[in-house]
């Protein structure tokens, strides 16, 4: 289930929000739940925390 993976990555990042792999995980289950406007906002952090990471640009801009 998508969404509870989702949670289970939120909680994770409330302890450790700049952990942009999992944070890349966290967009993803939420891309696939439906959850697109977070998903998105989860991809921009993982840009940011890690510009190099061209798979997230990827996910990001099929979202645009």
């Known amino acids: ?10 909680k994770y990042l409330e302890i450790y929000p700049n952990d942009h792999q999992v944070l890349a995980l966290f967009g993803n289950a939420l891309e696939a739940a439906g959850e697109l406007n977070e998903a998105r906002e989860a991809y921009l952090k993982v840009i940011r925390l890690n ?11 099929a979202l645009q």
């Open 1 to 10: 289930d998508y969404r509870a993976a989702a949670e289970a990555y939120k």
């Open 51 to 61: 510009p190099a990471n061209e798979e997230v640009k990827k996910r990001l801009e």
